[in-house]
């Protein structure tokens, strides 16, 4: 008497198997798929290109950003020139990469020749965003800072 020959029904019966699982896992993911946060794309590309024109302006002016000191924060925005602006506000900005815990948001304040601003950073690293407004104009910069 001969047995029929169990490799064919047993590879048949595991790609079944393997197929339906990984069907069943696709169907949920699927169904727990909210689609993207924000769906307003015109809106988003509008913004782009007013960044891109910002960024354009930003050049065209010739300031900079110099940091003289992290903590406390001191600082300067300098013309093309070299001379430092001082009638303009100077928000900045901590912020922690993986967290927001400790974001802190301050506006300096300009005092002996810098902007000033008193922080308390934790160690490890740190974003900073500054953002000047003088003249009308804006300046942007962000920084990676890693504090000891």
């Known amino acids: 008497m001969s047995y029929p020959k169990p490799w064919p029904t047993?590879?048949?019966?595991s790609l079944t198997i393997f197929i339906t699982v990984q069907l069943s896992l696709v169907r949920l993911a699927a169904k727990g798929f909210e689609g993207p946060d924000d769906v307003n794309y015109y809106?988003?590309?509008?913004?782009y290109s007013k960044e891109l024109e910002r960024q354009k302006v930003q050049r065209r002016n010739g300031w900079h950003l110099e940091v003289l000191r992290h903590n406390p924060l001191e600082c300067r925005i300098l013309d093309r020139d070299g001379r430092p602006l001082e009638d303009g506000k100077l928000d900045v900005t901590f912020?922690?990469?993986a967290t927001r815990i400790q974001d802190q948001a301050q506006q300096a304040t300009w005092q002996n020749g810098a902007f000033q601003?008193?922080?308390k950073p934790a160690p490890g690293?740190?974003?900073?965003?500054?953002?000047?407004?003088?003249?009308?104009q804006e300046f942007r910069s962000r920084q990676r800072w890693s504090m000891l």
């Not at 047993?10 to 019966?13: M, P």
């Not at 809106?43 to 913004?47: H, P, V, Y």
């Open 43 to 47: 809106k988003m590309g509008l913004e």
């Open 117 to 119: 601003a008193q922080w």
């Open 125 to 136: 690293p740190w974003l900073v965003d500054f953002h000047f407004l003088c003249r009308g």
């Open 95 to 97: 912020k922690r990469p």
């Open 10 to 13: 047993a590879i048949v019966v």
